[in-house]
């Protein structure tokens, strides 16, 4: 059974940080692109960073480009999504998505998702 696992989310000050990590269990991780999704109240999910199974692929939203940085530690089984100069308009509830084939920005391509963790950012 395949477990996609969120944590680090929470209330943080415009201008913050946080780090997002996500558990992965039951596949073989290493075999996945792997990407982050984010939705708000009332809007529709969006990508936000995937990076390919070795890691050497990575994409951004134009939103997140040179604040939110994406990486992965196949040893762990484990994602990251490193977020800084974080903006109220980043609030939202964030899930982590494997892929079995290329990383592509499109939600219906992936596989499996998490169930998602809430990042509030006040101003």
């Known amino acids: 059974q395949v477990q996609l696992v969120e944590s680090g989310g929470g209330l943080v000050q415009a201008g913050g940080s946080l780090r997002l990590s996500c558990a992965a269990s039951g596949l073989t991780f290493s075999s996945y692109a792997m990407g982050w999704f984010r939705q708000a109240p009332g809007k529709e999910r969006e990508f936000v960073a995937a990076?390919?199974?070795?890691?050497?692929?990575?994409l951004y939203a134009d939103s997140v480009k040179g604040r939110f940085t994406i990486s992965r530690d196949n040893a762990r089984n484990t994602l990251y999504l490193g977020m800084n100069s974080l903006k109220p308009e980043d609030t939202a509830v964030y899930y982590c998505?494997?892929?079995?084939?290329?990383?592509?920005?499109?939600?219906?391509?992936?596989?499996?998702w998490g169930q998602g963790t809430q990042v509030t950012v006040s101003s």
């Open positions: 990076i390919s199974r070795s890691g050497d692929s990575i």
């Open positions: 998505a494997a892929r079995n084939g290329a990383v592509l920005r499109t939600p219906n391509l992936y596989n499996y």
